[in-house]
């Protein structure tokens, strides 16, 4: 088991559990995730490690609650546990040994983004973030990649930071000049329009995709990409791709196969039957 010890409120549906898992804790590289089961019957759910704690055990996770089961798991409270979580899974980020790294993060993406800034700065190189979020509420991690370089803050309705979309700002910062690689995470839309800024400048472009999945090992297949004219598992030879060869119409679609599914699961919970069939 695996106990909460501390939990925070970071935007309206977001919520970061720090969580006992010292062996996971000590060995995680930035980029990688783990499944966690919140108890026997439940779901497993995919989620990156934001952040580590080596000494003292702890990784943390970010979990947006958009679902029936995410649901679930952030109405756990500190003292409470999660009985399982597999983990880490997935390659490490490919970090740049040294040059300057943008870092890209919309939403909730933002913090899949930190474990790679933290990297990177580990790694001596310069990082320069573009976070953003719909209205200030919504922007998550500031303070924490704040220390780690520079940051601009981008919100939808420009109630906080620069009025637009991250990609906004990301079209100047490059414009700028001087950047060797582009981590980009969020809204699949999101890294799209990152892509498509990048792939015209030439400017080498990682992203990190969040198909459905199932088992994390290679096995299930649930979690089938798109790369460079390839089917790729997620969970075995990403989460992160090379952007330019990401099959971003494929993804949108398999990420929209269980939409109905879960909000009828999210439904019948509401109804407190918490039971539906596939059907
Ligand atoms: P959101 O819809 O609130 O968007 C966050 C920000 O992304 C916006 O403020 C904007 O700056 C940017 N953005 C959104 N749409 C854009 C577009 N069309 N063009 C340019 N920029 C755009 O994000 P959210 O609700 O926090 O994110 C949820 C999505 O992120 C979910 O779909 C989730 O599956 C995905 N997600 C992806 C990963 C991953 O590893 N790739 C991890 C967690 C969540
Ligand atoms: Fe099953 Fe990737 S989650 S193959």
Partial sequence: ??????????????????????RIAQ?????????????????????????ADAAAGTIA???????????????LKPGEAIADIAGP??????????????????GVGTAVVHPIAQGLKRCGVAVLSIIGGRSKEWVIFESELRQLGEVVVCTDDGSYGRH????????????????????????VPMMRAV????KPLGVRTIVSLNPVMVDGTGMCGGCRVGVGGQTLFACVDGPEFDGH?????????????YRDFEQRALAACKDGTCKVGLK
């Avoid at 106990?3 to 935007?11: E, T």
């Avoid at 996770?61 to 109405?75: D, F, M, N, R, Y």
């Avoid at 637009?164 to 809204?187: E, M, N, Q, R, S």
């Fill in 1 to 22: 088991m695996h106990s909460i010890v501390a939990k925070a409120q970071l935007s309206p549906n977001v919520t970061r559990l720090d969580v006992t898992a010292p």
């Fill in 27 to 51: 060995i995680r590289k930035p980029g990688q995730f783990v499944i966690v089961r919140r108890g026997e019957d439940a779901e497993r759910i995919p989620l990156t490690i934001a952040d």
């Fill in 61 to 75: 996770l970010v979990i947006q609650s958009v679902g029936k089961s995410t649901q679930e798991l952030v109405a």
């Fill in 89 to 106: 899974l997935g390659h490490p980020t490919e970090l740049i040994a040294s040059g300057r790294a943008l870092c890209i993060g919309g």
């Fill in 164 to 187: 637009g979309f991250v990609t906004d700002a990301a079209k100047d910062a490059l414009a700028a000049g001087g950047i060797d690689v582009v981590y980009a995470v969020g809204p």
């Fill in 195 to 198: 892509v498509n800024v990048t």
């Fill in 245 to 257: 060869l990401v099959d971003f119409d494929l993804l949108m679609d398999r990420l929209g196969t």
